[in-house]
């Protein structure tokens, strides 16, 4: 079945360690995205790529970095730089359609804590 | 800018009784707008979207939602609920100018009691 898998499904940071969240889809989707999710609030995007090497910063990209090396592939890097990293993080892809109406897929996201 | 307000943060029904979960929007643009349900502990799954065609729209589960331009309003209903029903939903808008960047609301959680 294709799909967006996500690793580990729980993860946990110790102060100034940088954790890499993994996000992989087998869709043929161009475009992905990673959001951060925070009890009571909507999701947040942190930055997206429509092409392989190739990304742009969302809306809190701030301490946080990604790379886009592989057509399926699109890992998150929590960065020291952070300081509240503590959040459900979800990952998703969609098809690029040229009025921008093509649903995105989400993972089933990795819950991040810090120890 | 585009946004999306959901206009209760919980919403309680009884199981066989009827769901309404509202939705108002603004958009500079013509919008698309979408509707996603979120089980605990899980990724958002696709319930149905509005991309200018019809404006009653029909999704997975029973649920439909109307686009009202004149109300900005989209809000999704389900004639009856079941307990599997309990979740989380977000009402989104994409603007329809190229990349698709999504605006979430802060989402609406149904309860079903027996």
């Known amino acids: 079945d294709g799909g967006i898998t996500q690793s580990p499904k729980y993860l946990f940071r110790k102060e100034g360690q940088n954790v890499t969240l993994s996000c992989e889809q087998n869709?043929?989707?161009?475009?992905m995205y990673w959001y951060r999710q925070d009890p009571g609030q909507g999701l947040r995007l942190i930055y997206y790529s429509q092409i392989v090497n190739d990304f742009q910063k969302g809306d809190i990209a701030e301490g946080y970095s990604v790379s886009r090396e592989k057509k399926e592939s699109f890992p998150l890097t929590v960065t020291s730089a952070q300081k509240n990293p503590t959040a459900f993080y979800l990952c998703?892809?969609?098809?690029?359609?040229?009025?921008?109406?093509?649903?995105?897929?989400f993972g089933d996201g990795t819950r991040l804590s810090i120890l | 800018a585009q946004s999306v307000t959901q206009l209760d943060s919980h919403v309680s029904v009884s199981e066989g009784t009827p769901v309404l979960l509202r939705c108002n929007y603004s958009?500079?643009?013509?919008?698309?707008l979408f509707w996603y349900v979120q089980h605990p502990n899980k990724g958002l799954q696709l319930l149905l979207k509005y991309t200018s065609a019809a404006t009653l729209v029909k999704g997975i589960n029973g649920f439909e939602a109307e686009f009202k331009k004149s109300e900005t309003s989209f809000h999704l209903t389900k004639p009856s609920a079941h307990m599997s029903d309990a979740a989380e939903y977000f009402c989104?808008?994409?603007?329809?100018?190229?990349?698709?960047?999504?605006?979430f609301g802060t989402g609406t959680r149904l309860l079903v009691s027996p």
């Open positions: 989104v808008v994409s603007e329809n100018t190229g990349f698709q960047k999504l605006v």
């Open positions: 958009s500079s643009y013509s919008p698309s």
């Open positions: 998703a892809s969609s098809l690029v359609g040229p009025r921008g109406n093509q649903p995105q897929h």
């Open positions: 869709l043929n989707h161009d475009a």
